[in-house]
């Protein structure tokens, strides 16, 4: 029995450790540059991130994440994407320790237009991923994005509009190796922001998004440029 409840306390000291690595009440901080573009006339194109992420609002960082895909537009509701993403992701607080991961993805944006200010894109994605001291792993994410313009009925140049996305990230197999076990439940991510749209194909958004996973909640600042060319 005395073995057991020092086991126990040990167990509890452990998780609440692990937990305590990351402080949820400290805001983070998200720079983000999205960009796509079509090849000529054909229905293919490119798309493609660079973000930088951190576990404060700047200097300690939690990832940076480079991101690249050939896109193929099936019909005007649908563009399929085949890509690939590389992501460095550091230790929270003072180490400078990383680690890295490789990830294929496969994803279908279905835009469409519910009213005369209402923009609605519906992404689903699964990812292939090889990450730095695990198994291989998959993951299925479905993101519900809105925009809602203010002062003009589009979201041309000049347009002041509300931006908003819901995220949520299934783990596809729970076993990553060596006895660890992750839930089937990955995260979510909420976000809201104001839009501004410098050109008809530039737009800059500055935002909130909080991050929930089974362990934690962590709010981010967000800034991001989204560039078509």
């Not at 167990?11 to 540059?33: C, E, I, K, R, T």
């Not at 998959?138 to 519900?144: A, D, E, K, Q």
Request: glycine share 8%; charged share 20%; net charge neutral.
């Amino acid at each position: 029995m005395k073995k057991f409840t020092l086991l126990l306390l040990f167990s509890l000291f452990f998780n609440f450790s692990a937990q305590a690595q990351v402080d949820g009440d400290q805001l983070g901080g998200w720079y983000m540059y999205f960009w796509n573009t079509d090849l000529g006339e054909s229905r293919f194109g490119l798309q493609g991130d660079v973000q930088y992420r951190n576990w404060d609002v700047i200097g300690d960082l939690e990832q940076l994440l480079l991101r690249a895909g050939v896109t193929y537009r099936a019909n005007e509701n649908i563009l399929l994407t085949l890509g690939y993403g590389n992501i460095t992701t550091g230790a929270f607080g003072n180490s400078n320790d990383t680690s890295s991961e490789s990830r294929i993805y496969q994803e279908a944006l279905l835009p469409h237009r519910i009213s005369e200010r209402i923009y609605l894109k519906h992404r689903f994605r699964y990812e292939q991923r090889w990450v730095e001291d695990q198994d291989f792993r998959t993951r299925y994410r479905y993101n519900l994005f809105i925009n809602i313009p203010f002062n003009q009925p589009n979201l041309n140049k000049d347009a002041i509009y509300l931006a908003l996305y819901n995220e949520v990230f299934i783990n596809g197999q729970r076993d990553i190796g060596n006895g660890r076990i992750v839930e089937i439940f990955d995260r979510n991510r909420f976000y809201s922001a104001l839009g501004y749209a410098l050109k008809d194909n530039l737009k800059i958004q500055a935002g909130y998004m909080l991050q929930s996973t089974n362990s934690i909640d962590k709010g981010q600042l967000q800034l991001s440029l989204h560039h078509s060319f």
